[in-house]
């Protein structure tokens, strides 16, 4: 059939039109829409097994806490049952030292006195010379026992690792089990007190039982489970899934549902394998959750099952969800938007009809206008057309509204181009001189040391600003006593002023220190300059640090800046903590503490400012001071700047393409080995 009609000829576009559309959004969508609504469902269960996961961990951080107090409350009680011990073996010593008595009848006379000690519950004292030959004690059968070969609950020679400890700082606490007769490795498990009596090179101790705590410790750990499989009995996930928690030894602490209870033992008709078995091949945790398809014979149906180990209770805590449940949701999607296409292509060919004859003309002459204005120069003034201008009043309509939307949009086409150009050429001004100012502030970095110097300590600092400009600080140089003094600070805003602010911070910390040399004085000046003509009440956080680059002795003072951290060579991480004074440039006036420390050859101690600890990733999840010390911790040894840089990348690959919000500085010192 040929059309005559416009009319009919813009119904019939506009239908078709539509209509494929409808089709290819429905074809192009359908996949996509499956995938997100899938992925959604997916990620709430993720998000519940997380929440599960988080629960674990704070009712284990709970019942550790618990035990700890446990522990503690015993070990005080120790040590003033120690302290009675002390006092005897003082009483004799002091009568020796006044020849009253020999020193033998003294040890005599107290050895017989620890004999006869009793003490309730268990507890009981001894000692041992540096023989580690049992000397006294209230359990007679360790009466001249040599106790070399007791273990504590490391694996240490329990006898002389206390000797040694006690020796070099007085006292030694320690956890052991003591030998059972049958020599099977389930003996009594105690923990006690040593102290050194330095007179006679004697080590007193004060021992208890263990049993209290450990029964103690079990009998929370199974209260704990229990209120966790009764949360998780009344969990569903999406339509019929649900959650259970198996444990290394099998057993399970929430059990599944009863329609469900033989799922575990279940055999995949391809692989032959129980879903336990895949279970029990699950990664250690890592903190992801391991997530695999398990075909159940049973229901002849496909499960997703979410997985994630939480090692310090022994638990698996599963999440299980029928595929079926997981699309269903889409499915229901699918249909309710197919709807919706039909319905809203039958009412737009019916207003196509009604409305194409009356817009026809005045649309033409519209896109017409509309065309030619990208040729026109929209700095000049405005040349509308009549037949356009009168279109607002002759068509009191929807068309008559978009002439004169047309109109106001050529208009404001204009004023936003002359508006354009100006803030174009303010910005350009502005971007300049942002530009010289970090230019400017990089300059005020210190320059690399000398080879000299370095040969005594590897320095290495880096500073990333949020902005073109940042209000982050560090400086390195040499006092007129020979020794390198290193800072790192934080100013409390960003851009211009926390720029300036961190400019004369960095001078007045360098003018002070001409004459003065210790870090807590030099502290407290820096403060008192900065106090006097504050009116925007800034502050900047602080550390002031100097190190003998001879002897390694290191001391700071810390104005509300988070701590300093020393990487040391076997790994291990050791925090420089305490605060020497608020942050400065609050108050004039204040005293500020003075701390020190010894940085062994090898060691590196490393400084760091907020933007580090509080950098984001894409989840809105922080940085945080968890992670930065357990990224120091696994580190091996190495010079500063590969330490620097490592944590840098380390923070950017966390943050992904988060953009940065705070100014990131980095300062690492490492001390040359011997």
């Known amino acids: ?237 999406a339509d019929s899934g649900f959650a259970f928690i198996l444990r290394d030894d099998d057993e399970l602490v929430s059990p599944l549902p009863a329609m469900h209870a033989g799922m575990l033992d279940e055999r995949e008709p391809e692989s032959r394998s129980t879903l336990r078995d895949l279970l029990r091949r699950i990664p250690p945790p890592n903190g992801d959750i391991a997530t695999f398809t398990f075909d159940s014979p049973e229901d002849k149906s496909d499960w997703e099952i979410s997985a994630s180990r939480f090692k310090p209770l022994g638990w698996t805590i599963v999440a299980a969800v029928p595929t079926d449940d997981l699309t269903r949701p889409a499915t229901a999607l699918r249909f309710r938007l197919g709807t919706i296409f039909l319905g809203v292509l039958g009412l737009s060919l019916l207003v196509a009809w009604a409305m194409s004859a009356r817009i026809t003309r005045p649309l033409q002459q519209l896109s017409d206008f509309a065309r030619k204005l990208p040729e026109q120069d929209l700095s000049a003034a405005a040349d509308i057309p009549d037949h356009i201008a009168q279109l607002p009043r002759k068509q009191p309509d929807e068309v008559g509204r978009l002439a004169a939307t047309f109109i106001f949009m050529d208009q404001q086409l204009r004023e936003k181009i002359a508006s354009l150009v100006q803030e174009t050429s303010s910005r350009e001004r502005l971007q300049s001189e942002l530009s010289i100012a970090h230019d400017i502030q990089m300059g005020l970095l210190p320059v690399p040391l000398e080879q000299s110097i370095l040969d005594k300590i590897d320095l290495y600092a880096t500073m990333l600003p949020a902005k073109e400009v940042g209000g982050d600080l560090y400086d390195y140089f040499l006092l007129n006593n020979g020794k390198l003094c290193f800072v790192i600070g934080d100013v409390s805003d960003k ?157 950017r690959e966390f943050a992904h393409d988060t953009d940065q919000s705070d100014d990131i500085t980095v300062i690492a010192a490492k001390r040359a080995d011997p």
């Open 1 to 237: 059939m040929r059309l005559t009609s416009l009319r009919s000829k813009i119904f019939l576009l506009v239908g078709l039109t539509l209509l494929v559309v409808a089709v290819a959004v429905l074809l192009v969508t359908q996949r996509n829409v499956t995938r997100s609504v899938v992925a959604s469902e997916q990620q709430a269960v993720r998000n519940v097994l997380n929440l599960l996961v988080r629960d674990s961990e704070a009712r284990w951080g709970a019942l550790l806490n618990d035990k700890i107090l446990t522990v503690r409350n015993g070990r005080s009680h120790l040590v003033q049952l120690g302290a009675t011990v002390r006092s005897v073996l003082d009483m004799f010593a002091e009568q020796v030292e006044r020849r009253q008595i020999t020193t033998t009848e003294a040890q005599d006379l107290a050895k017989k006195w620890i004999n006869g000690l009793n003490l309730d519950k268990g507890r009981y004292a001894f000692v041992f010379n540096r023989d580690l030959i049992a000397l006294a004690s209230g359990k007679r059968e360790l009466l001249g026992m040599s106790l070399a070969t007791v273990k504590d609950f490391k694996g240490h020679d329990l006898a002389a690792s206390a000797y040694q400890e006690a020796r070099t700082t007085g006292q030694s606490f320690a956890i052991y089990r003591w030998p059972s007769l049958a020599g099977d490795g389930q003996g009594e498990l105690r923990y006690a007190y040593f102290a050194y009596f330095e007179p006679w090179d004697w080590i007193f101790a004060i021992t208890d039982s263990a049993r209290e705590v450990s029964e103690q410790f079990d009998r929370r750990r199974n209260e704990m489970e229990t209120a966790v499989s009764e949360a998780l009995g009344s969990l569903r996930l």
């Open 495 to 651: 851009g211009v002023p926390a720029a300036l602010f961190m400019a004369v911070t960095r001078t007045l910390v360098r003018a002070c220190a001409e004459d003065e040399t210790d870090p807590a004085q030099l502290m407290e000046r820096v403060n008192n300059r900065l106090a006097e003509n504050n009116p925007n009440l800034m502050f900047v956080t602080l550390i002031l640090a100097v190190v003998d680059l001879e002897s390694g002795e290191l001391a700071w003072a810390n104005a509300g800046h988070p701590p300093l951290c020393v990487l040391q060579r076997n790994g291990e991480l050791r925090m420089l903590e305490g605060r020497s004074g608020p942050a400065c440039g609050v108050q004039d006036g204040l005293p500020y503490r003075l701390f020190t420390a010894v940085l062994e050859p090898g060691e590196t101690v490393l400084g760091y400012t907020d933007g580090v600890t509080e950098a984001l990733n894409p989840a809105g999840e922080l940085y945080g001071e968890s992670r930065l010390f357990e990224f120091l911790a696994r580190r091996p040894p190495a010079d500063a700047q590969a330490t620097t840089d490592a944590l840098i990348r380390h923070v």
